[in-house]
């Protein structure tokens, strides 16, 4: 079997099988933000985001894995130590009834999608968020037209719980309606 790159092994927080989970460097940008301006993967969005748009993301995941030390993980196949986008928790806090909460989240390169990477790298970072972080709850969002991701909170065992119009899609009418699941 084929290790990872002695550097890249050793920044990893944590791993799965397959999946190497750890904070951001400056070489994940342009991979980031050619996943992020990719209309198909960033269907579930508004819209496509741009490399600034991705440097500001990236920078706000950094500062919250400095905080809390969580944020939506950079994630490398580890077998061939290769970016394929990311998987983790945030922070949210846009107007709701559940929030502030933390979220579980994943956004992975397409190329790597029906593969079982969201799913093993979601209960991954459960798994984590339980053990190492103590977080008493976890919620995920995601419209209702978004089969894929719903089907991946039910593979990993969160519970649903409503649905709900998301206030920051309120005027989209494709995206607004929303599903909330959670897993204490």
Known sequence: MFQPCRELKDSYHFTSNRLGFRNWIESDIL???????????????????????????????????????????????????????????????????????????????????????????????????????NLPEIYAVASQINKTSIRVMEKIGMQYLRNFEHPLLIKDERLKNCVLYTKI
């Open 31 to 133: 991979p980031l933000a050619s996943i992020n301006a990719d209309k198909e993967t960033m269907r579930f969005f508004p819209s496509v985001q741009s490399e600034k748009q991705t440097r500001e993301f990236i920078s706000r995941m950094q500062k919250q894995f400095d905080q809390k030390n969580y944020c939506y993980f950079a994630v490398d196949l580890i077998e061939t130590s290769s970016f394929i986008g990311f998987i983790g928790l945030s922070d949210q806090n846009y107007p709701s009834d559940f929030t502030p909460c933390t979220d579980i989240g994943w956004r992975l390169d397409k190329r790597y999608w029906f593969k079982g990477y969201a799913t093993e790298g979601a209960a991954a970072c459960i798994t984590h968020a339980k053990t190492n972080l």
